[in-house]
């Protein structure tokens, strides 16, 4: 199976990520490591571990990342994702062990003991904790096999600044290193995230896939409202489980190779993933930028994998 570290800051779409992860035989979740984004860190921690639990997967490490960007405040996202960051349904308090090691420590140790390129990295969340590993020990960037990240946009621009996506956002200067570290990067932009908007008839098949199918409803039935009032359409978009999705199938995605840069100055464009679409720059492309998405087959995988987790 294929290794991963899943880096996140759930957030009810990075939980529906953990647990397609979690259900699919063809990857091997070596940990989890927690960052402050939409809500602070403690929460986050809190949510991964209930979400480990509800998988009946008590056995996975969970890591404590960084707090805070590398530069500047945090900045979080209650409006969309309620106070816990996990709203929509009453789950219990975690009882798994927080892991001793930090989470920064514990993706370095990681990618310096398994073989160079076999683990990728999977940050669904911002990424402060990637870069904050590539800073504090260089040596394991040439060991990271990719990294498929969520974060983003292109064509449909901003979801938290008329320019920026949420993830990259929250810590410009943690993704301009990771997008500059020359790592290769799969990039799941809100261009795609925006075409995966889950569907009424989805939402009550998921109901009805044993306990775990019935909370990723609720999840998603509270998750829709913020996108129902800003945007208007029915449906929430899967953001994080996109990114899970590319590493099981590949084929339900369509994209480019280019470059892609982070504005990190910008008086309006701070945290714009700058995407070089049309090859007008010349720079090497350093990302696969995806575009699209088939998204009934990927609500079926949901389906099918959620569901399996559901009545195990
Ligand atoms: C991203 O921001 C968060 O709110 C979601 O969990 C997702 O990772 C979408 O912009
Ligand atoms: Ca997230």
């Not at 590993?133 to 600044?161: C, K, W």
């Not at 190779?257 to 982070?262: L, M, Q, S």
Request: glycine residues 8%; proline residues 7%; charged residues 20%.
């Amino acid at each position: 199976a294929q290794k991963i570290i899943i880096d996140t800051d759930p957030g009810q779409d990075d939980a529906v990520a953990i647990l397609l992860a979690l259900a699919s035989p063809e990857l091997q979740v070596l940990g989890v490591t927690a960052v402050a984004g939409n809500v602070p860190l403690p929460l986050t921690l809190r949510n991964a571990r209930v979400v480990c639990e509800l998988a009946g997967r008590p056995d996975v490490p969970v890591f404590a990342g960084c707090d805070a960007p590398l530069e500047g405040t945090l900045v979080t996202a209650e409006n969309v994702h309620g106070a816990t960051g996990l709203d929509g349904v009453a789950l219990p308090e975690p009882t798994m062990p927080v892991q001793d090691r930090h989470g920064v420590d514990f993706i370095i140790d990681t990618l310096r003991a398994e073989p160079p390129g076999t683990v990728t990295l999977v940050p669904i969340g911002p990424l402060t904790n990637i870069a904050a590993a590539f800073r504090r020990a260089p040596d394991i960037v040439a060991r990271v096999q990719r990294i498929v990240l969520m974060g983003g946009a292109y064509f449909e621009v901003g979801n938290v600044t008329p320019a920026a996506e949420f993830n990259i956002y929250v810590d410009p200067v943690a993704a301009a290193e990771v997008f500059a570290s020359g790592v290769d990067l799969v990039v799941v932009p809100l261009d795609v995230t925006h075409r995966a908007l889950t569907n009424r008839a989805w939402v009550e098949t998921m109901r009805g896939q044993g306990r775990v199918g019935a909370v990723v409803a609720s999840w998603t039935d509270f998750f829709e409202r913020y996108d129902r009032a800003k945007y208007g359409h029915e449906g929430a978009p899967l953001h994080d489980p996109c990114a899970i999705a590319w590493l099981i199938a590949p084929d339900l995605f369509s994209g480019r190779r280019i470059n892609v840069e982070i504005e990190t100055e910008g008086r309006w464009t701070r945290g714009m993933t700058v995407a070089d679409w049309w090859g007008v720059s010349g720079r090497a492309p350093n990302a696969l930028f995806l575009r699209d998405v088939r998204a009934e087959a990927l609500f079926a995988l949901l389906t099918d994998r959620i569901g399996a987790l559901g009545r195990a």
